[in-house]
């Protein structure tokens, strides 16, 4: 092919990408709530499983909306990135030679498998660890002394409560029961283990109030918002995705003789070096995260090259 039919090549192999993408996405939207449930289970388990309340906060009137629409886009564009994959090996086998062509048929559904192994190592592994080390963290902060001091007095020109002494009442018995009793009446009271909730059954509906353990008080309560969780979800998925392709990138430099094991085996330090780079440019701002993208990409480094190896004996 001429430099001219590999331009042309590739505006076709744009175009197909971009129509994939934009119809993953508006299918994305019809499917859109689910996924954001799927999304938030993670944080809810983590939040509940810490005795903090099970649920996220939205900071302003349109940010529910806005969130539908961004995980209905985002996910369509993930969901298509197997096509747009697909799309990018077809453009470089355009420049391969005939018995070279066959590895594509063999890459493009490997990279496929990986994306998907690398969103779902992010969910299932990843993000627990990730929501139950903040949540921790954020735990951990001791709880100061709440009494103002003499100076504190002072300058606020304020006094100090003073605690009436209360009087002694009768211990009052509330169900413990694990969902809602079926004849319930208005006035009754049960607490549900399930939800970690009071709830009080009223003339229109049950209302409820959370409740969190006691001897646990802490300064510093993790309550996300809807907005900076989704994004930073999405954003992990989209790096492990990427990152578990790896082995096929290693893979295809070796079986095209652009990069030759023992290059890579003496370089390995660099690219140890890069991954880690890599790592903190893909996922968000913490070290916990990067960590762990970093310690699969240099497992998948190895496979690849332990793959390059026996291609290189092979051949």
């Known amino acids: 092919m001429s430099f001219g039919d590999h331009l042309e090549e590739l505006r076709s192999r744009l175009i197909r990408a971009l129509l994939g993408v934009a119809v993953c996405a508006v299918g994305g939207l019809f499917f859109a709530k689910e996924l954001l449930a799927w999304i938030l289970q993670p944080a809810l388990v983590v ?4 005795g903090q309340e099970a649920v996220l906060q939205v900071l302003s009137p349109p940010d529910t909306f806005i969130i539908y629409l961004k995980v209905g886009l985002i996910s369509g564009v993930i969901i298509a990135t197997p096509w747009v994959l697909h799309q990018v090996w ?4 355009s420049g391969l ?3 070279e062509r066959r590895f594509v048929r063999t890459f493009a559904p490997v990279s496929v498998v990986l994306f998907g192994a690398g969103v779902l190592f992010m969910y299932f592994l990843v993000l627990p660890v990730v929501l139950n080390f903040f949540v921790g963290f954020s735990m951990g902060i001791p709880m100061p002394e709440t009494q103002p001091s003499r100076l504190q007095r002072l300058m606020i020109a304020g006094e100090a409560p003073t605690s009436q002494p ?21 006035g009754d009271i049960w607490f549900d283990m399930s939800t970690d909730r009071l709830q009080v059954m009223t003339a229109d509906g049950i209302r409820s109030l959370p409740m969190r353990i006691a001897d646990t008080p802490n300064p510093v309560r993790s309550e996300f918002g809807l907005n900076f969780y989704v994004s930073f979800v999405l954003s992990l998925a989209l790096a492990f995705g990427l990152a578990f392709e790896m082995p096929v990138a290693v893979v295809f430099l070796v079986l095209t003789r652009i990069v030759p094991v023992a290059v890579f085996s003496r370089s390995r330090r660099y690219v140890m070096f890069g991954i880690f780079v890599a790592a903190a440019i893909l996922t968000p701002p913490d070290v916990v995260s990067q960590v762990l993208l970093a310690i699969p990409m240099i497992l998948l480094f190895e496979g690849g090259l332990f793959f390059g190896r026996m291609i290189e004996r092979n051949r």
Request: glycine content about 0%.
């Open 166 to 186: 209360a009087s002694a009442a009768e211990p009052m018995s509330i169900p413990l029961v694990s969902q809602p009793p079926e004849n319930a009446s208005p």
């Open 97 to 99: 030679y005939a018995h």
């Open 90 to 93: 077809q453009f470089v086998a």
């Open 47 to 50: 939040l509940r499983a810490r």
